[in-house]
């Protein structure tokens, strides 16, 4: 026997999880306007996930979204094509937590500077700021997503990429308050962050030729080109990061 419903006598999340907590065997046909996804469950654990054009994963963060639609639970039904390991509760956080980046980095996109002209500002005022010890520079949004980035003939030293996302990390979930800038030197030179309005991230390296005092110095002069670059309510930010 079937189960019906709608998505708005019970929701998609608490569905999600029902056939697991009742350690049902069958597939759940979920659908929201022309969208269509099913979830295949063996005595309670999810096992695969689809919809048109997604599977596993990405099927769980399409439909966490919707809150409007109908059910359908088909006991009985089973896969031979497994897609999912992970436990039902664990993949339901990952898809909602997903979901949440993926709105914010579109809010934050929405609020950055719009258009190719306005990165193309952003990305020349860091070329102006590269050479000497200064090796690199880049720009990131709260996921880490570069925004606009200047490097030099040299090879990036290994483990950058790895540096702006534990950079963007450390600068957003600094247990203290109002962080502005970290600066650290290691054995390849010294690695500057400062955090930019817009939730974004600077990230500044210097090679050993240059002391931390120094390439914080020169890390304080471009926020505040970037300030001039950006204007209005950035400049002030801008300008106390720098001061």
């Known amino acids: 026997m079937a189960l019906r419903g709608t998505l708005e006598d019970m929701p998609i999340v608490d569905l999600i999880q029902f056939a697991h907590q009742s350690r049902r065997t069958g597939v759940l046909v979920v659908t929201n306007s022309a969208e269509e996804a099913r979830l295949f469950y063996l005595k309670g654990k999810l096992v695969r996930a689809e919809s048109p054009g997604n599977e596993g994963r990405e099927t769980l963060i399409q439909v966490v979204d919707w809150d409007r639609g109908e059910f359908e639970f088909c006991a009985g039904v089973e896969t031979d094509r497994p897609n999912i390991e992970m436990d039902v509760?664990?993949?339901?956080?990952?898809?909602?937590?997903?979901?949440?980046?993926?709105?914010?980095?579109?809010?934050?996109?929405?609020?950055a500077p719009a258009g190719s002209a306005a990165r193309n500002e952003i990305a020349a005022a860091l070329r102006e700021f590269l050479g000497g010890p200064v090796t690199y520079l880049s720009m990131l949004d709260a996921q880490g997503v570069r925004l606009a980035s200047a490097g030099?003939?040299?090879?990036?030293?290994?483990?950058?990429?790895?540096?702006?996302?534990?950079?963007?990390?450390?600068?957003?979930?600094?247990?203290?308050?109002?962080?502005?800038?970290?600066?650290?030197?290691?054995?390849?030179g010294t690695a500057a962050m400062a955090v930019l309005p817009g939730e974004r991230c600077l990230v500044m390296l210097a090679d050993r030729s240059g002391t931390p005092g120094a390439v914080s110095v020169t890390l304080?002069?471009?926020l505040t080109r970037l300030a001039i670059v950006e204007g209005g309510e950035s400049e002030?930010?801008?300008r106390r990061s720098a001061g």
């Not at 990952?94 to 929405?110: F, G, H, I």
């Not at 003939?153 to 990429?161: I, K, S, V």
């Open 220 to 222: 304080g002069k471009l």
């Open 152 to 188: 030099g003939a040299r090879p990036l030293p290994e483990g950058t990429e790895d540096l702006e996302q534990i950079a963007v990390g450390l600068l957003h979930a600094f247990p203290r308050p109002d962080v502005r800038r970290v600066t650290i030197e290691d054995g390849l």
């Open 236 to 238: 002030t930010a801008l």
């Open 89 to 111: 509760h664990r993949e339901v956080m990952n898809a909602l937590k997903v979901r949440d980046e993926r709105r914010e980095q579109v809010r934050l996109r929405a609020a």
